[in-house]
């Protein structure tokens, strides 16, 4: 009874604490329910297999590199990471973005009550609908990011990058951003490309590699555009005419973007449209811990660059049209808002700030600052999240929104059109790219329609690829090759019998010329029987072809066997060698030589026979 | 059997004009189109005549690849491709393709301009020539045409200078250039990979010089210049505009820094400021800490030093003169040497390499009076100081080198003959390969011994993999057997049974019998049975069996008694073999040895 009692005293208890921390984790906001913790972080999946097994990672852009820490680090993961030079020195400054924002805003702890199935389940969406909830992490800390570097090796384009001698990697040009890359991973016979992030436009970065990928036997395809009905010239325009908008009025253009990227295309098309639109004195801010590094990084690239910009080196000068604008003072980058941007700035302006979640980062200080006037405009840029649940937790706002997705990355014409120029005997991508959005499951437009279709597949799904590997790639040393004995079988084909020792390392196979014997010292004790079976002695060749049986009696009269009877079979003949009292068989397909235990004869008969037979 | 060749047609035993032909695979290749200081004559250029006599060169050069913008070594290549007439592609990296027509136009301008030369290329000539130039980034594989490819790494020498390994099939060549192996104060070191080439052909300017430490030279060159300005000489550094001029500019600039100096430093052209300006754009080729620290500080924006004016060499006091070009042959730097030149307060260091018949070679062998044009003649007063600060590879990083890429063959060019052979022998004996030193327009020829690229079937491979088992044990070598089927221009290695497969041929079985009369009273099935009883107990670990139809299988063989009808005692063993069982003596000799033991029963 007083157990009962107590059992149930502690039921409540434990419900009551759950209750209100739940309480402090949760926040309501025009009518939705957020959790207020430290950001975490979905990761890539990594129940599926065993990272300390995986040898190489390849990056293709640095937007794709943002989860490397939790790869590399405290998995056991011990193999290389090959990236550009550009993916790795921009893709470290994102994570050292993200780590400073991250600590910055400190907080003690991680949400975790409504984590708990049983409350998730009750939340509102999207809450009840997230997965591996309990997967999700914090970020990572700049000791681990500089740990995952470490194992970086860098690589440049068309570079041949030799994994054990066993396959080929190569990294081409995506056109997408600086030093993004698609991936060739070829053997002597095979070669599977890995489309990732590519882009067709003449933004800043040096056109995409097609014809590279020719030949593929397979064709991974993913990173296409998130906003497939959008079109980046026209979005371009929109921005462009809403920031003026907005200026004209009095109001300030908040742009929250990454540090690197489209933020360079954007500033060049502004740098001539101001002026034309008389806006010359409009202040541009660029505001991140990595702004200056970004855009001094970005000048020092050249090679990796658009021909048009690449020229400019050449004179020499800066290739981006940014260089001009911080030294006209138009436009000004700082690491933070506090310290010299707080005194400096003037309105109405432009800002350029991170993070495009609306979640963390020196964007957070500005939609509180400015979301309360209808006269200024946040205008979205970075197609990566929902503007909408971007906005929820500053609702409601005064401030104009406007949505103008820029992503440059490959629509559904594009692939088609380029799946048709490379011809891939496969492509594999993921499920979604086979059927139309679902909220426009009308247009079929939207999917990748091919024939074959597309192998396509999901989270955690394993495919095999659909190739059989038939050959690999032998060295013949000189000396072997030259003793190589050819005989014509048919008009154009010759066949070579090749006896030699096979040495394989590293995956490279060489035949050499099998070495003489060594001759035994003669021992006086003659040795077992047993020991003396020749293991070494190469194998008879297969043969092929037949005898005639018109040149092959002329051959034995020619080595003095005179006494042939010859009589005619169902399949072929019987020769009866009188004096030798030996029986030879021919049959269109077999010859079957009969005599005593008399092994000179037997020898001799069987190079005669040799002699009309090809050998295989 | 293959062969590659190589001929110089500049830089053979010489410094100067560097260039090289190599003939590799059935593709030709010039290496470098470089000019020679120490000649205004014919002899400035390389003779382009030994490729061919009548005209364009196009037909008979795959492509030209120029290794960095020294005008020793790209000095020619308007010339060749405008005037003597080349269409192909030239390959250079990035930073070379930036500042070498600055410097062939500044050439161009002193040579047509100051000393009136006619029948020289024109501005026109070295834009059309660079439209031809294809950009090269390190490490790239570049497919020339479907059989060449050529690839850049990094040589340290000046920025943007690369060494290339050229490649055709099997066959390779690696060119150095002029290159470096240690960083110094600007750019890093050369590397390459374990490419081994079947040639490398290295530089070897200082092929008998052991250098010290850069820190030593550093010291000393703070030492000299510090103690000309503290009693109030003039100093005068002749550079190239490019190079050597930025990492002593650093040195300078942080000494001055350090010892609050005030004295002027100058820097000569109006180059230098696009100088700065193309090391700032091509951050990347510098040295790891320039890279590193960029954003902070730029290396290259320098403080107390400040562009040169002509009337600022009459001033008086002490200061110190960058001024170009480095070997005292012309321009800026021997007018200033000249009015500087009769005051021995005055001092000129030399940073680096003069090529024969420069004033720069000349005083540096002490030679005190110098005649000039005009029939004048100038006394040399100043102090003359040699600094090696040419980023050349001294004796023991050329050496280190040959120990990155292990080549098979060594040549030698860019250096004096008397000191190449020094090195040849020292490469010879420390690396057992042949050395080679071809002068000017003398070939080498190479006998490479390819090896025959060959597909082989996956199945034959593993299986052969798998019977060697999971190590290979070097006494006992396994001969593997397979055949190769060569159609059109494909070699193929399969199995025998698959070769017979792919041509459709049927196999022709080939048997032997082999007939052995004895005496056995037993009954035929016994004589068997006592057959295989005896075979099994001898025959340990062959697989011997007695099968229901009345024969024994050793192994293939096949064994049947039967009798004769007349003579029941008069056995007949059969054996039967087929000519692919590898047995035929170990047969005979079971036989043998079996009917000795049946005799004896």
């Given at each position: 009874m007083y157990a009962d009692l107590m059992r149930c005293?502690?039921?409540?208890?434990?419900?009551?604490?759950?209750?209100?921390?739940?309480?402090?984790?949760?926040?309501?906001?025009?009518?939705?329910?957020?959790?207020?913790?430290?950001?975490?972080?979905?990761?890539?999946?990594?129940?599926?297999?065993?990272?300390?097994?995986?040898?190489?990672?390849?990056?293709?852009?640095?937007?794709?590199?943002?989860?490397?820490?939790?790869?590399?680090?405290?998995?056991?993961?011990?193999?290389?990471?090959?990236?550009?030079?550009?993916?790795?020195?921009?893709?470290?400054?994102?994570?050292?973005e993200l780590v400073t924002f991250m600590e910055r805003v400190p907080k003690a702890q991680s949400a975790t009550c409504w984590k708990n199935k049983e409350i998730q389940r009750m939340l509102p969406g999207p809450l009840?609908?997230?997965?591996?909830?309990?997967?999700?992490?914090?970020c990572y800390s700049m000791q681990e990011v500089n740990s995952a570097l470490s194992k970086v090796q860098l690589v440049g384009y068309s570079q041949k990058v030799e994994l054990f001698g066993a396959v080929q990697v190569t990294p081409l040009s995506s056109g997408y951003s600086l030093g993004s890359s698609n991936w060739i991973i070829q053997s002597h016979y095979e070669k599977v490309s890995y489309v990732s992030g590519s882009s067709l436009l003449t933004t800043h970065p040096q056109p995409m590699d097609q014809s590279s990928l020719k030949n593929s036997d397979v064709l991974i395809l993913t990173g296409l555009t998130q906003i497939p009905t959008a079109n980046p010239d026209g979005m371009l325009g929109e921005f462009c005419s809403n920031l003026a908008m907005t200026i004209r009025a009095g109001g300030n253009v908040l742009v929250p973007c990454y540090s690197s990227g489209v933020i360079y295309d954007l500033l060049e098309c502004l740098y001539q449209f101001m002026d034309s639109a008389n806006l010359g004195t409009t202040p541009f801010y660029f505001i991140s811990p990595v702004a200056n590094s970004s855009l001094e990084f970005s000048q020092i690239f050249a090679e990796w660059l658009c021909q048009n910009k690449q020229s400019k080196v050449y004179l020499p000068e800066p290739p981006f049209p940014h260089a001009e604008l911080i030294q006209t003072n138009k436009l000004k980058h700082y690491p933070s808002i506090h310290g010299e941007f707080s005194s400096e700035f003037r309105q109405p302006c432009v800002v350029f700030t991170g993070h495009p979640s609306l979640r963390f980062g020196d964007v957070v200080h500005f939609m509180e600052l400015w979301g309360k006037s209808s006269l200024n405009t946040i205008i979205f840029t970075e197609p990566d999240f929902s503007y909408l649940d971007a906005l929820a937790p500053y609702q409601p706002l005064a401030m104009k929104c406007v949505y103008c997705p820029i992503d440059t990355r490959l629509n559904f014409h594009q692939v088609s059109k380029l799946l048709k120029e490379v011809q891939p005997l496969h492509v594999v991508c993921p499920e979604q790219y086979t059927q139309p959005p679902p909220a426009q499951s009308h247009r079929s437009d939207l999917m990748l329609e091919l024939?074959?279709?597309?192998?396509?597949?999901?989270?955690?799904?394993?495919?095999?690829?659909?190739?059989r590997r038939r050959y690999e790639r032998i060295q013949l040393q000189p000396e072997l090759a030259k003793a190589l004995v050819p005989s014509e079988i048919k008009p154009g084909i010759s066949v070579a019998t090749v006896s030699a020792v096979l040495q394989s390392k590293d995956n490279k196979h060489v035949l050499q010329p099998v070495p003489k014997p060594t001759p035994v010292p003669p021992s006086k004790k003659r040795k077992r029987l047993m020991e003396e079976v020749p293991e070494l002695l190469s194998p008879k060749p297969l043969l092929s072809g037949s005898i005639p049986l018109d040149a092959f009696l002329a051959s034995l009269h020619k080595s003095g066997i005179t006494e042939v009877k010859v009589e005619e079979t169902a399949d072929g003949h019987i020769l009866h060698l009188q004096a030798e009292d030996a029986l030879i068989q021919l049959e269109e397909d077999a010859t079957h030589i009969v005599c005593d235990n008399n092994e000179p004869l037997r020898t001799a008969l069987r190079d005669l026979v040799l002699r009309f037979l090809q050998k295989l | 059997?293959?062969?590659?060749?190589?001929?110089?047609?500049?830089?053979?035993?010489?410094?100067?004009?560097?260039?090289?032909?190599?003939?590799?695979?059935?593709?030709?290749?010039?290496?470098?189109?470089?000019?020679?200081m120490g000649y205004n004559d014919d002899r400035r250029f390389p003779d382009f005549s030994y490729i061919t006599q009548n005209g364009r060169l196009t037909d008979f050069l795959d492509c030209v690849i120029i290794s960095h913008f020294h005008l020793d070594h790209c000095g020619a290549l308007p010339y060749m491709s405008e005037m003597v007439g080349y269409d192909g592609p030239i390959y250079m990296t990035h930073p070379t393709k930036a500042i070498c027509p600055i410097l062939l136009e500044d050439f161009r301008k002193i040579t047509v301009d100051k000393k009136g030369e006619t029948n020289f290329f024109t501005s026109q000539m070295i834009k059309d020539c660079m439209k031809k130039v294809v950009?090269?980034?390190?490490?790239?594989?570049?497919?020339?045409?479907?059989?060449?490819?050529?690839?850049?790494?990094?040589?340290?020498?000046?920025?943007?200078?690369?060494?290339?390994?050229?490649?055709?099939g099997s066959e390779s060549v690696v060119y150095t250039g002029d290159y470096n192996m240690t960083p110094d104060r600007h750019l890093g070191a050369a590397w390459i990979d374990k490419c081994r080439p079947d040639i490398l052909i290295?530089?070897?300017?200082?092929?008998?010089?052991?250098?010290?430490?850069?820190?030593?030279?550093?010291?000393?060159?703070?030492?000299?210049?510090?103690?000309?300005?503290?009693?109030?000489?003039?100093?005068?550094?002749?550079?190239?505009?490019?190079?050597?001029?930025?990492?002593?500019?650093?040195?300078?600039?942080?000494?001055?820094?350090?010892?609050?100096?005030?004295?002027?430093?100058?820097?000569?052209?109006?180059?230098?400021?696009k100088a700065n300006h193309y090391y700032k754009l091509f951050i990347t080729w510098t040295n790891q800490k320039i890279r590193k620290t960029f954003v902070q500080r730029n290396m290259f924006e320098f403080k107390h030093i400040k562009a040169f004016d002509r009337s600022y060499a009459d001033n008086p006091g002490p200061m110190v003169v960058f001024a170009t070009p480095g070997m005292l042959h012309a321009g800026q730097s021997l007018q200033i040497f000249k009015k500087w030149a009769g005051n021995e307060k005055n001092m000129v260091i030399m940073p680096g390499y003069c090529v024969q018949g420069t004033v720069g070679h000349k005083i540096l062998n002490g030679q005190k009076k110098l005649e000039m044009e005009g029939r004048a003649t100038l006394e040399v007063k100043l102090q003359v100081e040699y600094m090696s600060f040419s980023a050349h590879a001294d004796a023991k990083g050329i050496m280190q080198l040959i120990r990155m890429a292990e080549p098979r063959n060594m040549l030698l060019v860019h250096g004096e003959a008397k000191k190449m052979e020094f090195l040849k022998d020292k490469i010879e004996q420390e690396f057992s390969i042949s050395c080679y030193m071809p002068a000017n327009g003398e070939t080498t020829t190479v006998t490479t011994n390819p090896s025959v690229p060959v597909d082989i079937?996956?199945?034959?491979?593993?299986?052969?993999?798998?019977?060697?088992?999971?190590?290979?044990?070097?006494?006992?070598?396994?001969?593997?057997?397979?055949?190769?089927?060569?159609?059109?221009?494909?070699?193929?290695?399969?199995?025998?049974?698959?070769?017979?497969?792919?041509?459709?041929?049927?196999?022709?079985?080939?048997?032997?019998?082999?007939?052995?009369?004895?005496?056995?009273?037993?009954?035929?099935?016994?004589?068997?049975?006592?057959?295989?009883?005896?075979?099994?107990?001898?025959?340990?670990?062959?697989?011997?069996?007695?099968?229901?139809?009345?024969?024994?299988?050793?192994?293939?063989?096949?064994?049947?008694?039967?009798?004769?009808?007349?003579?029941?005692n008069l056995k007949v063993i059969l054996l039967s073999w087929s000519y692919q069982v590898n047995v035929e003596n170990f047969l005979a000799t079971v036989s043998l040895f079996w009917i000795r033991v049946i005799m004896q029963l």
């Amino acid at each position: 009874m007083y157990a009962d009692l107590m059992r149930c005293f502690n039921w409540t208890e434990c419900m009551l604490i759950v209750l209100c921390s739940l309480l402090k984790e949760l926040k309501e906001c025009a009518g939705r329910v957020f959790v207020d913790s430290q950001p975490e972080f979905c990761l890539p999946e990594r129940e599926l297999l065993d990272l300390s097994t995986v040898d190489v990672i390849l990056i293709s852009n640095y937007h794709c590199m943002m989860a490397l820490p939790y790869i590399t680090e405290h998995t056991g993961f011990s193999g290389t990471v090959y990236a550009t030079e550009p993916t790795f020195q921009i893709g470290r400054l994102l994570m050292e973005e993200l780590v400073t924002f991250m600590e910055r805003v400190p907080k003690a702890q991680s949400a975790t009550c409504w984590k708990n199935k049983e409350i998730q389940r009750m939340l509102p969406g999207p809450l009840k609908d997230a997965v591996d909830v309990w997967s999700w992490k914090r970020c990572y800390s700049m000791q681990e990011v500089n740990s995952a570097l470490s194992k970086v090796q860098l690589v440049g384009y068309s570079q041949k990058v030799e994994l054990f001698g066993a396959v080929q990697v190569t990294p081409l040009s995506s056109g997408y951003s600086l030093g993004s890359s698609n991936w060739i991973i070829q053997s002597h016979y095979e070669k599977v490309s890995y489309v990732s992030g590519s882009s067709l436009l003449t933004t800043h970065p040096q056109p995409m590699d097609q014809s590279s990928l020719k030949n593929s036997d397979v064709l991974i395809l993913t990173g296409l555009t998130q906003i497939p009905t959008a079109n980046p010239d026209g979005m371009l325009g929109e921005f462009c005419s809403n920031l003026a908008m907005t200026i004209r009025a009095g109001g300030n253009v908040l742009v929250p973007c990454y540090s690197s990227g489209v933020i360079y295309d954007l500033l060049e098309c502004l740098y001539q449209f101001m002026d034309s639109a008389n806006l010359g004195t409009t202040p541009f801010y660029f505001i991140s811990p990595v702004a200056n590094s970004s855009l001094e990084f970005s000048q020092i690239f050249a090679e990796w660059l658009c021909q048009n910009k690449q020229s400019k080196v050449y004179l020499p000068e800066p290739p981006f049209p940014h260089a001009e604008l911080i030294q006209t003072n138009k436009l000004k980058h700082y690491p933070s808002i506090h310290g010299e941007f707080s005194s400096e700035f003037r309105q109405p302006c432009v800002v350029f700030t991170g993070h495009p979640s609306l979640r963390f980062g020196d964007v957070v200080h500005f939609m509180e600052l400015w979301g309360k006037s209808s006269l200024n405009t946040i205008i979205f840029t970075e197609p990566d999240f929902s503007y909408l649940d971007a906005l929820a937790p500053y609702q409601p706002l005064a401030m104009k929104c406007v949505y103008c997705p820029i992503d440059t990355r490959l629509n559904f014409h594009q692939v088609s059109k380029l799946l048709k120029e490379v011809q891939p005997l496969h492509v594999v991508c993921p499920e979604q790219y086979t059927q139309p959005p679902p909220a426009q499951s009308h247009r079929s437009d939207l999917m990748l329609e091919l024939q074959p279709p597309p192998m396509a597949y999901r989270r955690c799904s394993v495919l095999g690829l659909p190739f059989r590997r038939r050959y690999e790639r032998i060295q013949l040393q000189p000396e072997l090759a030259k003793a190589l004995v050819p005989s014509e079988i048919k008009p154009g084909i010759s066949v070579a019998t090749v006896s030699a020792v096979l040495q394989s390392k590293d995956n490279k196979h060489v035949l050499q010329p099998v070495p003489k014997p060594t001759p035994v010292p003669p021992s006086k004790k003659r040795k077992r029987l047993m020991e003396e079976v020749p293991e070494l002695l190469s194998p008879k060749p297969l043969l092929s072809g037949s005898i005639p049986l018109d040149a092959f009696l002329a051959s034995l009269h020619k080595s003095g066997i005179t006494e042939v009877k010859v009589e005619e079979t169902a399949d072929g003949h019987i020769l009866h060698l009188q004096a030798e009292d030996a029986l030879i068989q021919l049959e269109e397909d077999a010859t079957h030589i009969v005599c005593d235990n008399n092994e000179p004869l037997r020898t001799a008969l069987r190079d005669l026979v040799l002699r009309f037979l090809q050998k295989l | 059997m293959p062969d590659i060749k190589v001929t110089p047609l500049g830089a053979g035993q010489d410094v100067g004009r560097s260039c090289i032909l190599v003939s590799v695979g059935g593709k030709n290749i010039m290496l470098d189109c470089g000019m020679h200081m120490g000649y205004n004559d014919d002899r400035r250029f390389p003779d382009f005549s030994y490729i061919t006599q009548n005209g364009r060169l196009t037909d008979f050069l795959d492509c030209v690849i120029i290794s960095h913008f020294h005008l020793d070594h790209c000095g020619a290549l308007p010339y060749m491709s405008e005037m003597v007439g080349y269409d192909g592609p030239i390959y250079m990296t990035h930073p070379t393709k930036a500042i070498c027509p600055i410097l062939l136009e500044d050439f161009r301008k002193i040579t047509v301009d100051k000393k009136g030369e006619t029948n020289f290329f024109t501005s026109q000539m070295i834009k059309d020539c660079m439209k031809k130039v294809v950009p090269l980034n390190l490490h790239q594989t570049v497919q020339v045409d479907d059989e060449l490819e050529i690839k850049a790494y990094y040589a340290g020498h000046v920025l943007g200078a690369a060494m290339v390994l050229i490649k055709v099939g099997s066959e390779s060549v690696v060119y150095t250039g002029d290159y470096n192996m240690t960083p110094d104060r600007h750019l890093g070191a050369a590397w390459i990979d374990k490419c081994r080439p079947d040639i490398l052909i290295s530089e070897s300017t200082y092929a008998t010089t052991i250098r010290d430490s850069k820190r030593c030279r550093e010291r000393d060159f703070l030492k000299k210049v510090h103690e000309t300005i503290e009693r109030g000489g003039k100093v005068l550094i002749p550079v190239f505009a490019l190079g050597r001029a930025q990492e002593l500019c650093i040195l300078l600039e942080t000494f001055w820094y350090r010892m609050n100096l005030k004295a002027p430093i100058y820097f000569s052209t109006g180059l230098t400021e696009k100088a700065n300006h193309y090391y700032k754009l091509f951050i990347t080729w510098t040295n790891q800490k320039i890279r590193k620290t960029f954003v902070q500080r730029n290396m290259f924006e320098f403080k107390h030093i400040k562009a040169f004016d002509r009337s600022y060499a009459d001033n008086p006091g002490p200061m110190v003169v960058f001024a170009t070009p480095g070997m005292l042959h012309a321009g800026q730097s021997l007018q200033i040497f000249k009015k500087w030149a009769g005051n021995e307060k005055n001092m000129v260091i030399m940073p680096g390499y003069c090529v024969q018949g420069t004033v720069g070679h000349k005083i540096l062998n002490g030679q005190k009076k110098l005649e000039m044009e005009g029939r004048a003649t100038l006394e040399v007063k100043l102090q003359v100081e040699y600094m090696s600060f040419s980023a050349h590879a001294d004796a023991k990083g050329i050496m280190q080198l040959i120990r990155m890429a292990e080549p098979r063959n060594m040549l030698l060019v860019h250096g004096e003959a008397k000191k190449m052979e020094f090195l040849k022998d020292k490469i010879e004996q420390e690396f057992s390969i042949s050395c080679y030193m071809p002068a000017n327009g003398e070939t080498t020829t190479v006998t490479t011994n390819p090896s025959v690229p060959v597909d082989i079937s996956l199945n034959l491979l593993k299986r052969e993999m798998a019977l060697g088992g999971p190590l290979p044990d070097p006494k006992k070598p396994r001969t593997m057997h397979g055949t190769l089927i060569m159609k059109d221009s494909s070699l193929r290695l399969v199995s025998p049974e698959q070769a017979l497969k792919e041509l459709g041929l049927s196999e022709h079985q080939l048997r032997f019998t082999c007939r052995v009369h004895l005496q056995d009273p037993h009954s035929d099935s016994d004589t068997l049975s006592r057959i295989y009883s005896h075979l099994k107990s001898v025959l340990k670990g062959y697989a011997v069996q007695h099968l229901p139809d009345g024969t024994v299988m050793v192994e293939s063989i096949v064994l049947k008694v039967s009798s004769s009808g007349e003579d029941p005692n008069l056995k007949v063993i059969l054996l039967s073999w087929s000519y692919q069982v590898n047995v035929e003596n170990f047969l005979a000799t079971v036989s043998l040895f079996w009917i000795r033991v049946i005799m004896q029963l």
